[in-house]
């Protein structure tokens, strides 16, 4: 179901965003980032969330569009508990191109990227979430959804899920997120990449 993203609420809001019941415009703030120690040794929550509180056994989805070009650049959804534990996914530029990116953290976040199509200027990311089983997938199309990562995620209560960009390198990246909605969990065949 569609959420209305009026009812949404920011974790580090930017300077500039515009949000209608069913799409959200921002431009970043510099130097943004969601980050937890591994390899380099900070810590960073600073980065842009406009979400929903939910409740366990969800898929959330929505479409995204960006002119990606600078270093860490990066934008899509988030599923957070607390500062410790949380997951962002979506496009991210790095080494030069574009990728389908995830960090996973517990304590700790891992890095991950994949580039199943290239067309990521204008893509859908989704998220699947049940009894602490995360899967997350892309589409270019919003009806073929290859896997991108099944991961291990704490079990809540409750979680916040949403919205995310960030520049940890810069300011000035305009996002434009569309299709926002958070449903009940999929129960289709992991290999099953249909919509």
């Given at each position: 179901?569609?959420?209305?993203?009026?009812?949404?609420?920011?974790?580090?809001?930017?300077?500039?965003?515009?949000?209608?019941?069913?799409?959200?415009?921002?431009?970043?703030?510099?130097?943004?980032?969601f980050w937890r120690e591994t390899h380099y040794g900070f810590t960073r929550d600073s980065g842009h969330f406009f979400g929903v509180p939910t409740?366990?056994?969800?898929?959330?989805?929505?479409?995204?569009?960006?002119?990606?070009?600078?270093?860490?650049?990066?934008?899509?959804?988030?599923?957070?508990?607390?500062?410790?534990?949380?997951?962002?996914?979506?496009?991210?530029?790095?080494?030069?191109?574009?990728?389908?990116?995830?960090?996973?953290?517990?304590?700790?976040?891992?890095?991950?990227?994949?580039?199943?199509?290239?067309?990521?200027?204008?893509?859908?990311?989704?998220?699947?979430?049940?009894?602490?089983?995360?899967?997350?997938?892309?589409?270019?199309?919003?009806?073929?959804?290859?896997?991108?990562?099944?991961?291990?995620?704490?079990?809540?209560?409750?979680?916040?899920?949403?919205?995310?960009?960030?520049?940890?390198?810069?300011?000035?990246?305009?996002?434009?997120?569309?299709?926002?909605?958070?449903?009940?969990?999929?129960?289709?065949?992991?290999?099953?990449?249909?919509?």
């Open positions: 179901m569609n959420v209305n993203l009026k009812e949404a609420s920011w974790l580090n809001e930017p300077a500039v965003w515009d949000a209608t019941e069913t799409g959200l415009t921002l431009t970043t703030d510099a130097n943004t980032d409740g366990d056994g969800f898929t959330a989805r929505v479409r995204v569009q960006g002119e990606f070009r600078s270093l860490y650049d990066q934008a899509g959804l988030m599923v957070r508990i607390d500062e410790n534990r949380w997951v962002k996914t979506g496009v991210e530029f790095t080494d030069g191109e574009r990728f389908l990116s995830t960090v996973i953290t517990d304590g700790k976040s891992d890095w991950s990227v994949s580039q199943p199509f290239r067309q990521l200027e204008d893509f859908y990311i989704r998220i699947t979430l049940s009894s602490g089983a995360m899967r997350i997938q892309a589409s270019s199309d919003g009806r073929v959804w290859p896997l991108l990562r099944l991961a291990p995620f704490p079990v809540a209560s409750r979680y916040l899920v949403g919205l995310t960009a960030c520049t940890p390198e810069r300011a000035g990246l305009e996002v434009r997120f569309s299709e926002f909605s958070v449903g009940e969990a999929l129960t289709t065949d992991l290999h099953d990449l249909s919509d």
